[in-house]
């Protein structure tokens, strides 16, 4: 044996072989520790991965948020069971720790790869507190999200509660409404006498009317035939209807618009014996003396007037303000233009173009 033949070579105990033995068994513990810590860092990541993407799902998915809560805590259980673990791995380093420091005492040399397990202790320790935090950050997004489950049942019973009071409100907008509709039909029968009463009244106010309009003919006839007497059967002057008509030439020179000393002297009797009937016209018959001008169709070419609508307006102008001068009240007055639109002959004859071109002047009702 070695041992033998060192120990009869130099006559003594040789012990370097067996402290060799011991380096290499130290040596053999070390990278044991070093696999297990390396090993252990692998199993963690995994865990620490797994712990993300659970996090991840409890943000996307609330459907699923007590499965996941179950789920959260088996991995703290197993959590808790890795700690163990490492607790007794970190329990047995220690102790190999105090066993390499005791042959550290005998042994100087040792010294460093002491220091070197010192340092590993301290990572696992380190790890460890790093783990126990991981878990109360879960745990308290576990708490967020108990409280997040809390949270929607708690608006479950407010909106079950906004339901009851919707359907409060309903009630009294049907009691509301029936309300209405009772009155709506109250109104429909006080409207349907108050139709009765209105058509009676229409009825009456058209036989007032009936009654003025009768009266304010009789008055344009009386008118009409005081003014057939005065002015005779001239020519140039006629009645249609309940029209008195003159012809334009009696009144005005061709293309004028103003009167003529025949035509004022005409105008001035037709004035004198309206005025004579405005005082028998009782003042509830609202009446009106209107004077419209005609003229043919032929157009105009004097500058004065661009048109033979201009000619006809100014020449009813005309027969109005020498009526007012006479005494006419203004406001029983009124003046209108139909130029060559509203022919009483569609004739091209001189005598057709004499007809139209004349000045209308009826008593009538506002």
Known sequence: MPFARNRSRHGGINIWPGFVDALASLLLVIIFVL?????????????????????????????????????????????KVNIGKLTEQLQASTAERDKWQAQANENAAD??????????????????????????????????AQGQLAQEQKLSEEARAQAALLNQQLDAMRQQLANITAALEASENLSAEQKVQIADLGKR??????????????????FFGRLRKILGDRPGIRIEGDRFVFQSELLFASGSA?????????????????????????????????????????????????????????????VVKFLASQGIPQDRLAAAGFGEFQPVDKGDDPAALARNRRIEIRLDQR
Not at 43 to 70: A, M, P
Not at 114 to 143: C, P, R, T
Not at 260 to 271: R, V
Request: proline share 3%; glycine share 6%.
């Open 35 to 79: 696999l297990a810590f390396v090993l252990t860092q692998f199993f963690l990541g995994q865990v620490l991965s797994g712990r993300d993407q659970t996090i991840s799902k409890l943000s996307r998915q609330l459907n699923e948020l007590t499965d996941l809560l179950d789920i959260e805590r088996r991995s703290n259980a197993e959590l």
């Open 111 to 144: 010294h460093q790869r002491v220091a070197l397990l010192q340092n590993d202790v301290e990572a696992l320790k380190a790890l460890k507190a790093e783990l126990e935090k991981k878990i109360a950050e879960l745990g308290a997004q576990a708490g967020e």
């Open 205 to 222: 106010l058209n036989a007032a009317l009936a009654s003025k309009v009768q009266e304010l003919a009789r008055y344009r006839s009386e």
């Open 258 to 318: 103003e009167l003529g000393a025949n035509g004022q002297l005409q105008l001035s009797q037709l004035a004198q014996s309206l005025l004579e009937l405005a005082k028998q016209i009782p003042p509830d018959i609202n009446w009106i003396l209107r004077v419209d001008g005609h003229t043919d169709k032929i157009p105009i070419k004097s500058g004065r007037f661009p048109s033979n609508w201009e000619l006809s307006t100014a020449r009813a102008l005309s």
